[in-house]
């Protein structure tokens, strides 16, 4: 009996039965590395496919100014600016906004080619927009006397968005603009009446040697603008505002 049981004990593999290590379940060597392999094909082809999705899109933001033809090197301010205006018609920007950036570019237009003789917009650097922003606040303007802190830097702001619409143009490839210490304007003093000078303004609301009723109706209501005004410092456009609404609420008046 004790042979026979000897005979019928399986074993094997005796190596792993001496060692007590379970026999190892791992994948053949070149299934390991043909997947590697596959997968750095896959990283490769989405890396290459990001690259000319990219390119296509720098190719499709390519501007429209200048022509290949004619780089930015032979583009002039003028040019530059009229495309500019375009833009901002294109835009749909009020008439208010266009007027502003025509005359605001219109006077840097001209200093750059009077004072600077510079007519390229490549050639535009830091030193030309200080000197236009002192050449503003020197010079008499349109109204005969020196332009105040506000009106430079209105100007400013708009020499200011043609910069970077340049930038965005990739007409040049340095924003000016970022060199240059932008104007500050002080906080302004508000002046207001004195105690006697309001009373003379009330004084003078009644016509002089006129005492029908209806110039003692009109003097009681050129008082009443003034004291509203004074009470509650809205502006005249508000005021006109609160007698329009009255008018259309009671059109029998």
């Not at 104007?183 to 508000?190: A, C, E, M």
Request: charged share 25%; glycine share 6%.
């Amino acid at each position: 009996m004790s042979d026979l049981r000897k005979k019928q004990v399986p074993f094997s593999n005796p190596d792993a039965a001496s060692s007590g290590r379970p026999r190892s379940t791992s994948r053949p060597k070149p299934v390991t590395e043909a997947r590697a392999t596959a997968q750095r094909q896959k990283i490769q082809w989405q890396r290459t496919q990001r690259l000319e999705q990219a390119d296509r899109e720098e190719r499709q933001l390519e501007p429209l100014l200048p022509s290949p033809k004619r780089g930015s090197q032979s583009t002039t301010v003028n040019r530059a600016i009229e495309a500019y205006i375009q833009d901002q018609v294109g835009g749909n920007r009020s008439e208010k906004t266009i007027e502003w950036h025509q005359n605001a570019l219109g006077f840097f237009s001209a200093y750059l080619t009077e004072h600077e003789h510079i007519t390229l917009v490549t050639e535009i650097d830091a030193m030309h927009i200080s000197g236009w922003f002192t050449h503003l606040r020197t010079t008499i303007g349109g109204h005969g006397k020196l332009r105040s802190e506000r009106t430079v830097q209105t100007y400013a702001r708009s020499v200011r968005a043609f910069c970077h619409w340049l930038i965005r143009r990739r007409l040049i490839t340095l924003n000016p603009f970022d060199e240059v210490i932008f104007p500050k304007v002080g906080r302004p003093l508000i002046k207001i009446f004195t105690e006697e000078e309001f009373e003379k303004l009330l004084w003078a609301c009644a016509p002089p040697n006129e005492k029908s009723p209806l110039a003692e109706r009109a003097a009681v209501r050129n008082r009443v603008i003034l004291w509203v005004l004074y009470d509650t410092g809205i502006r005249v456009s508000e005021l006109c505002g609160l007698g329009s609404v009255r008018t259309q609420a009671m059109p029998w008046q």
